[in-house]
């Protein structure tokens, strides 16, 4: 089994988000810690399980700037076998569609059976790329999954996820494209061993020329034209009095002053 | 200029992420003077037509047939791009639900055009240009986005936008659709609705939520029996998930599902920030936590500092006289 699984880097999520002054239109980058995104985490935890299970090979794929290589450092101490680095200039600045595009065209020089993804970059929380990857490769994609069982005959996997009030189970025809929701299962520790062993390994880097694409096709179609911080919430008030009283006067103000019962 | 919406109709209805989205399409269009479609989809759909046209649809595009009982991104996004293509909507929106939520991106890459997911404001001009805010960096920021090329797609944040007001005498055009060729993909197998009459998070009026403070799974009953007087969902902390008390599908925050509620009680939840960015849209919040200096009472409109144990019920009681009919 030939499992990619893209990486992406985001702020640390306990980072203060600072909006650049100029423009307005990005944030801050500097002093900012970049952590491989949480959902992604979990992808690679199971791209790593299955082929615990299933044998083959774990390629982790990162589109990314330089620091990107940290993220591939990391899947290669846990485990992984390959890494792959798309890094150019022109990719600065690109929507979802545009890494979208850019990662079909790295995967299709890859051998993939499954893709994997985090189900959203925590960052720029949009979720849309592994349904776009999907689209362009004409692959099936089954979106948030849960739960990823492959079939003994490694042909297809069963999916499951939540929806809305319900879940859903979906056969899944392999090769496929699956976006991973949280799971119990967190990303393991690096051995010594294995962060010794990925210093040595080579990460595979691929330019958009590689990749026989453009960067003047890869423009934006969706333009941030301002960012805002959104409005903040204010300490209101504190309600006294005995545990009794305060359980009264609380109903009585969402009744009457918030208006929400 | 014409905003077209897409709407799945099964057993359960239309769901109120597609009323809303439509209710959205209807007043963005009457303000410039413009159309609203949609793209319905599903088996034996004809009482969503009714539906569809009192929310204010003046076109339905219907896909109605067997093959589409059943979710697919590949056939449902497919449909929708068959009425794009036919149609040339500018702008596209999409209710942001879980289904929602992948067909938007995988509409946009077929047809290759921008989408915006996620929105909680938009604003269409006369002449079709849509600017849309997004959230991103799990609320702490939000972007103003434009659009380059036609149509526009925007996949709407639920329980953000107004379901419209039902008028009786609007009339609609039905145009019953047959799906071209659309690529095989995933196929659904099972559909397990959630246990009995569960009110859905992301779509309740009213959620109570517990953290780490209730000291055990077992304690989420005194929950359970709040959010069913207020007619509300139960919610969790990822410290609670984490812990195994309650299953994710529970979790608000960061890395579990984004809320805005009119009404959310926090209780015996401090407030860390990767919970705050899940539910501070919520319209009114409440907290009820032992320890004064708990961040969550820095974004709460009101607070009660004290044992949940004890607040919990008697607040639970309040509820009860309050909420309970007056009799004559």
Redesign the interface.
Known sequence: MNIVVCLKQVPDTETRIRIKDDAGKGIVRENVKFIISPFDEFALEEALRLKEKLGGQVIALSLGPDRAKDALRTALAVGADKAVHVNDGGLAGTDSLGVARTLAAAIRKLDHDVVLFGKKGVGLDRGQVPAQVAQILGLPFAGQATEITVSDDGKSATVDREIEGGRERFEVPLPAVISREKSANELRHAALKGIMAAKSKPIQAFTLADLGLDAAALQPKVLVSKMEYPTERTAGRVLQGDAATAARELVRLLHEEAKVI | MTILTVAEFRA?GL?KPALEALGEARRQADLVGGKTGVVLIGHNVDPAVATLTRYGADEIYIFDSAALEN?S??KYASAVAQVVEAHKPDVVLIPG???G??I???L???L???????CIGIKVAPDGAL?AVR???????????????RPQIASLR?NVFAVGDVNDSRAANSHRMALGEA????????????SGG?V?L??AR?IVAGGRGLKGPEHFDMLEKLAEV?GGAVGASRMVVDL?WKP??M?VG???KVVNP??YIAVGISGA??HLVGM??S????AINKD?EAPI???????????AF??VP??T???K???APVSV
Request: glycine share 12%.
């Open positions: 359960g769901g979710y991104l590949e639900t879980v289904h939520r992948e938007a991106p995988w946009a890459s077929r290759g055009v921008g989408a915006a997911a996620d600017e959230p991103l960096y799990s609320g702490k920021a939000r972007a103003r986005v434009s659009f380059c090329g639920p690529p095989a993909g995933a196929v659904l197998r099972e559909v397990a609705a959630a569960k859905e992301s779509e009213v207020v195994g994710h599908d979790q960061q890395t579990g009119e009404l920030i990767q501070q849209t319209k009114t919040i409440v004064p009472f820095k974004i709460a409109d009101y607070g009660v500092v004290g044992d004890e607040v008697l607040l009681e309040e509820f006289k309050a909420l």
